[in-house]
T-cell receptor
Framework: NAGVTQTPKFQVLKTGQSMTLQCAQD?????MYWYRQDPGMGLRLIYY???????DKGEVPNGYNVSRLNKREFSLRLESAAPSQTSVYFC??????????????FGPGTRLTVT | QQQVKQSPQSLIVQKGGIPIINCAYE??????FPWYQQFPGKGPALLIA?????SEKKEGRFTISFNKSAKQFSLHIMDSQPGDSATYFC???????????FGTGTRLTIIP
C-alpha cells in the first residue's frame, strides 16, 4: 500500500497563477483533509471531506477550493495564487467508522512557493 | 482561535535526557489527545494517543501524562536519542468530530 500520495512535491507559482494539488489514498478511508503548515502556526485545516461528495470548510479556507473526485481522491485548487499561500501543504485521510483511534495518515507534502 | 496551546516552540536536550513538551486545551468536549511526530521533509505520523479516562500512557520510551482538571497533557521521551530529533505536535478532538485541532508544534533537537 502506498498510503497517501501527493503531487507535485514542489511547485513555484507566480502571483495570480492557478494550480491544483492532487491527493490520493489507497486505504479506503472515508475522510480526507487538506492542511497547510507554516512556521510557528502548526497545522491548520483548509478543507475536509467526511465522505465522497461532501466537503466542508476548515479554519483557513479563503483562496482555496476543493473537489472530492471519488473516495480515493481529494484535490485542492488555488485559483489565483498569492504570496501568502506560500506554505507546505499536507493531505491526510482517516476512517472514523473503524471505531478505533481517529488516526490521520498524512502524505509527504507539497512545498509551494508563490513569488 | 488557538484551542490547543503548545510549549515550548523549540527544545534542545542532550542524549539520554528527558524532553518534556506541554499542551493545554480549552474545550472540555475534547476526548482524544494524540501526539504526532514529523521528521524533516516528511508528513506527520501518529506517535501515541490518550483518552481522558487514564492519567498516563506509555509506549516504549514515549509517555503521555494527562491532567483532566488542569486541562493539560504532556509528552515525555525517556532516554532520548538523536534519532528522536523531530517536530512534535499535540492535537485534540472529540467524539463525532473527526477533525483534529493541532498545537503549533515543538522542534526537538537531541544532541549527542
Amino acid at each position: 500500500n502506498a498510503g497517501v500520495t501527493q503531487t507535485p512535491k514542489f511547485q513555484v507559482l507566480k502571483t495570480g497563477q492557478s494550480m491544483t494539488l492532487q491527493c490520493a489514498q489507497d486505504m479506503n478511508h472515508n475522510s480526507m483533509y487538506w492542511y497547510r503548515q507554516d512556521p510557528g502556526m502548526g497545522l491548520r485545516l483548509i478543507y475536509y471531506s467526511a465522505s465522497e461528495g461532501t466537503t466542508d470548510k476548515g479554519e483557513v479556507p479563503n483562496g482555496y477550493n476543493v473537489s472530492r473526485l471519488n473516495k480515493r481522491e481529494f484535490s485542492l485548487r488555488l485559483e489565483s495564487a498569492a504570496p501568502s499561500q506560500t506554505s507546505v501543504y499536507f493531505c491526510a485521510s482517516s476512517d472514523e467508522t473503524s471505531g478505533g483511534p481517529r488516526e490521520q495518515y498524512f502524505g509527504p507534502g507539497t512545498r509551494l512557493t508563490v513569488t | 482561535q488557538q484551542q490547543v496551546k503548545q510549549s515550548p516552540q523549540s527544545l534542545i536536550v542532550q542524549k539520554g535526557g528527558i524532553p518534556i513538551i506541554n499542551c493545554a486545551y480549552e474545550n472540555t468536549a475534547f476526548d482524544y489527545f494524540p501526539w504526532y511526530q514529523q521528521f524533516p521533509g516528511k508528513g506527520p505520523a501518529l506517535l501515541i494517543a490518550i483518552r481522558p479516562d487514564v492519567s498516563e500512557k506509555k509506549e516504549g520510551r514515549f509517555t503521555i501524562s494527562f491532567n483532566k482538571s488542569a486541562k493539560q497533557f504532556s509528552l515525555h521521551i525517556m532516554d532520548s536519542q538523536p534519532g528522536d530529533s523531530a517536530t512534535y505536535f499535540c492535537a485534540a478532538s472529540w467524539e463525532g468530530n473527526e477533525k483534529l485541532t493541532f498545537g503549533t508544534g515543538t522542534r526537538l533537537t537531541i544532541i549527542p
